[in-house]
């Protein structure tokens, strides 16, 4: 027995990337999931492969209609809503400096990121309070973090994830329901390639070849040696989702390689010898 077995959970944004992988592997604990996101044809390609325990509804998390009808499949077709990610997200195709930026395109991410996970919690609070359990994730980012790591908008959208996730918490911990959020580091998806104007399907279709890249790219980051991935972040939600984690709540974890914690010894090594060849020469 899986430990979702019976569980129903629905997933924002699971029409690829984390999402994605995310219901893969809530499935195959015993969960029934209902996925959402914007296009039909991904999300109808993604619950054929799940099984009978899937279901996809449109929905754009910024339209607060799209977000009830979402909830309101779980309890339609599977009975119940146990636990809710908050996943859906976009990346910021062109960082614009500060004098030049615009708007209505930090309004839009904060809408997406916060505005969207604020519906969820919103609604998936509705139907979770009567049953006096739930477990609602929120995916945050390094963003949230670190500056430098992604645009103001999207760092700015991600911290506010953070607070958003520890004041659901406390709200929603005397009536049973846990929310925490993930925050991973660099991973691999499509997000990356949309960024940059790739055609959506095709970004999520090439991603995996984006590893090496990122491998070399975090090299001076990261203390794991290796590309992260989805399924790192997907055990995690299934761990915040699970019985397991029944104490945990307003609490953000770190999915990260080690990014967060510090720079490798690598890294400093350098420096140190560049420092001691400096001491080496300097003038007596
Ligand atoms: N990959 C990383 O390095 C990384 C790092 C830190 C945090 N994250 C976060 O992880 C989450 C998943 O990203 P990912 O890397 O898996 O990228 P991804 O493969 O591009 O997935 C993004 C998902 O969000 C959906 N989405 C985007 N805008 C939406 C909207 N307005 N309404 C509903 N769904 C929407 C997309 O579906 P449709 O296109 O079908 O709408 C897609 O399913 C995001 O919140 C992202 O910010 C990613």
Do not use: C
């Amino acid at each position: 027995m899986g430990v979702l077995a019976g569980r129903v959970a629905v997933i924002t944004g699971g029409t690829s990337g984390i999402g994605a992988r995310t219901a893969a592997v809530f499935v195959a604990a015993g969960a029934s999931v209902v996925i959402g996101g914007r296009r039909k044809d991904a999300g109808e390609a993604a619950v054929a492969e799940l099984g009978d325990r899937a279901r996809f509804t449109p929905a754009d998390v910024r339209v607060e209609s799209d977000v009830e009808a979402l909830m309101a499949t779980a309890v339609d077709e599977f009975g119940r809503l146990d636990v809710l990610v908050n996943n859906a997200g976009q990346g910021v195709s062109t960082p614009l400096p500060l004098p030049e930026a615009d708007l209505a395109a930090f309004l839009d991410t904060l809408a997406v990121h916060a505005g969207g996970m604020f519906l969820g919690i919103k609604h998936a609070a509705r139907i979770m309070i009567p049953r006096g359990s739930g477990s609602i994730i929120n995916m945050s980012s390094i963003g949230a973090h670190r500056a430098g790591w992604s645009d103001i908008s999207y760092s700015t959208a991600k911290a506010g994830v953070l607070q958003l996730t520890r004041s659901a918490a406390v709200e929603l911990g005397p009536r049973g329901i846990r929310v925490n959020s993930i925050s991973p580091g660099p991973i691999p998806t499509g997000i990356f390639a949309k960024n940059a104007g790739v055609d959506a399907d095709r970004a999520d279709r090439t991603a995996p070849l984006l590893e090496p890249l990122f491998v070399q790219a975090m090299e001076n980051h990261q203390s794991i040696g290796r590309a992260g991935r989805a399924e790192d972040v997907a055990e995690v939600a299934l761990w915040l989702a699970a019985d397991a984690s029944s104490f945990v709540t307003g609490q953000d974890i770190g999915v990260d390689g080690g990014i967060s914690a510090g720079r490798p010894l690598t890294v400093a090594a350098t420096e140190r010898r560049l420092l001691a060849e400096a001491f080496s020469s300097l003038p007596t």
